[in-house]
């Protein structure tokens, strides 16, 4: 019974041109392959004699054209009576294949179709990507969804970062020859490709490009933390290191980064050893003055010490010279306070003074040493104002003893000329030291400092010149200043002692020679005197003084002048080339 269908042998589903269509995938969307020859003809771009279908056979048109309630890939049968036109045949999908095999290998015609590809743009090499979003069960696996039916929406976005899009699962694999079931798909196999399943929002910190599993915080390898140490490492000490060098850069450059402290000793409590030159300055300070002198035609300045709490300060004769009779003379103490003086009385031969200060108070007078009981080398200090600078302190040794020096003499007449058995030392004293004391280690007096050795001349000089200290400075014994102040503190004026000689200054010999003539043209030898008494004759020459040799007058006079008139002095003597010892008893005779 002809009931309008087709008679002749269907096509299979696999092998029916595909047509386009909205409708949801399905078996029919699988791509044509060729089954006979006359579809390999198609597929091969051959051109073959279409068959007109048979009297009555439907011809099937697309599902979008079907009628309503018509399932999807069912002919829909023309109306009876129109002659049936064949449509351009489509372009199969695939080409054809030469061995005739099913798609994709699939027994039968129900093999499942290839699953739908949608590959996304390759990142870059290197670019790290996160890896597969870990499930609930935190292996990394991603849970299958719902399947998908024809017809059916879209599972909606993710609500939550992080979820990614699940494959859809996969059915129970197909028995073959076994139709599929209304309302499902064919197996599709599961996708395993990791581009399908990246989710910006929810990727893990693990780059995509890492195979395998996803990694926990456990399994990072620890190679690559310990490659990112090492560099964490080395850019610190990089930094570091710079750092360092721009700081050591500018504390160089600027001595630091804050301002400079210099490390300093404290404060200690002051004292010294009474016997050092500290100890010694600061005993006798307070008793030495400074003195200022003027007069009508000419000033100085000089130094002097305290001799007792009445204000009697002890100077050299050329220091308060220039102030004569109607000058002024200011004393400076060592605190500072002044006080005018008035000159008690002075002696030119023996180049000292004493002057007075009156209504000063809280005096501290020196205390006097023994000039007989120095030795050569022993320590001392000079303490003075050389060119007015006051309170001045220099240290040295005594040089020698007994030295005979000759100073003064600017008036021709030989009454200036002062004669000192003086102490030589090395301790520095300039213009202006005059008259100050020269002290011993236990800050006692033992001379006043006097005169110096001028450079540019053979004889010593009055202190008072010029002329700079070269280490030969002249101090006139305690012992011969001593008796010399009492004397012109008690009468104004100073004894000398004397023999009763005239000398004859001229004498280039070895010695001191007794003139032939006196002062007026009388004897030489005073009559009755001490050296008349001795038997000491006209033209007899003086060799020694109590054993100590004289070469010349002014050593005579020396040697004798420093003893007190009474003594007795042993001479020894030369008369017409005999040698002569006498004793003879000093003689006084009054200062100028």
């Not at 047509?19 to 399905?26: D, I, K, M, N």
């Not at 050569?376 to 020698?400: E, K, M, Q, R």
């Not at 280690?441 to 010149?465: C, D, K, T, Y």
């Amino acid at each position: 019974m002809d009931d309008g269908k087709p008679s002749g042998p269907k096509a299979k589903w696999w092998s029916r041109p595909s047509t386009e269509r909205t409708g949801p995938a399905g078996p029919e969307d699988a791509m044509p392959v060729a089954d006979g020859s006359h579809d390999a003809a198609v597929l091969n771009g051959a051109p073959a004699a279409e068959p007109a279908p048979g009297a009555g056979e439907a011809a099937p048109v697309p599902p979008s054209a079907a009628e309503p309630g018509t399932a999807a890939g069912e002919a829909v049968p023309a109306p009876a009576g129109e002659p049936f036109t064949p449509g351009p045949r489509a372009r199969p999908l695939h080409a054809p294949d030469e061995y005739s095999t099913p798609p994709y290998g699939g027994p039968g015609p129900w093999a499942p179709a290839p699953p739908v590809q949608r590959p996304l743009p390759t990142p870059a090499h290197g670019t790290p990507v996160p890896l597969p979003h870990a499930g609930p069960s935190g292996h990394g696996t991603i849970a299958p969804a719902p399947p998908v039916h024809a017809g059916a929406s879209v599972p909606a976005q993710p609500s939550a970062p992080g979820d990614a899009y699940p494959p859809p699962p996969l059915p129970a694999p197909l028995q073959h020859g076994a139709p599929p079931q209304p309302g499902s798909l064919p197996s599709v196999p599961q996708q395993t490709s990791q581009w399908l399943r990246y989710d910006p929002w929810g990727a893990p910190q693990q780059p995509l490009s890492h195979p395998g599993p996803a990694l926990g915080n456990d399994t990072v390898p620890r190679k690559g933390r310990r490659g990112s140490v090492l560099v964490g490492a080395m850019l610190l000490a990089l930094v570091a290191g710079g750092i360092g060098g721009g700081v050591g850069a500018y504390v160089e450059r600027n001595g630091g980064l804050t301002t400079v402290e210099l490390p300093q000793a404290g404060r200690d409590s002051g004292g010294r050893a009474p016997d050092s030159v500290a100890g010694i300055a600061a005993s006798a300070l307070p008793g030495v003055v400074t003195l200022h002198v003027s007069g009508s035609a000419e000033s100085g300045t000089g130094t002097g010490f305290v001799l007792d709490n009445k204000g009697h300060i002890l100077t050299n004769n050329h220091v308060v010279a220039p102030a004569g009779s109607a000058g002024d003379i200011t004393v400076t103490f060592s605190g500072g306070e002044t006080a005018p003086a008035e000159i008690v009385g002075k002696d030119s031969g023996y180049d000292l003074a004493v002057v007075k200060v009156t209504g000063v108070t809280n005096l501290k007078p020196l205390q006097l040493g023994n000039s007989d009981n120095v030795q050569v080398g022993d320590p001392v200090v000079a303490i003075g104002a050389p060119f007015d600078l006051s309170n001045t302190v220099t240290a040295g040794i005594i040089s020698a003893k007994e030295r005979p020096i000759t100073a003064g003499g600017e008036k021709g007449d030989g009454t200036d000329v002062s004669y000192v058995d003086a102490l030589q030392t090395d301790a520095p004293i300039n213009p202006g030291n005059s008259g100050g004391p020269l002290v011993d280690a236990e800050a006692r007096v033992i001379g006043i400092n006097s005169a110096i050795r001028a450079a540019g001349s053979g004889s010593a000089a009055p202190e008072g010149g010029q002329s700079g200290s070269i280490g030969l400075g002249f101090a006139i014994p305690i012992n011969q200043g001593k008796r010399v102040a009492e004397e012109l503190i008690n009468t104004g004026k100073a004894t000398h002692p004397v023999i009763g000689v005239t000398l004859d200054m001229q004498f280039t010999g070895d010695g001191a020679k007794v003139g032939g003539k006196g002062a007026g043209g009388g004897s030489a030898v005073t009559a009755d005197g001490p050296a008349d008494r001795a038997g000491i004759a006209t033209g007899d020459i003086i060799t020694a003084v109590d054993g100590r040799r004289v070469h010349s007058g002014e050593e005579l006079i020396v040697k004798i002048r420093a003893h007190r008139p009474g003594d007795r002095l042993d001479l020894r003597l030369t008369r017409d080339g005999k040698d002569l010892s006498v004793t003879l008893t000093l003689g006084s005779a009054s200062g100028t």
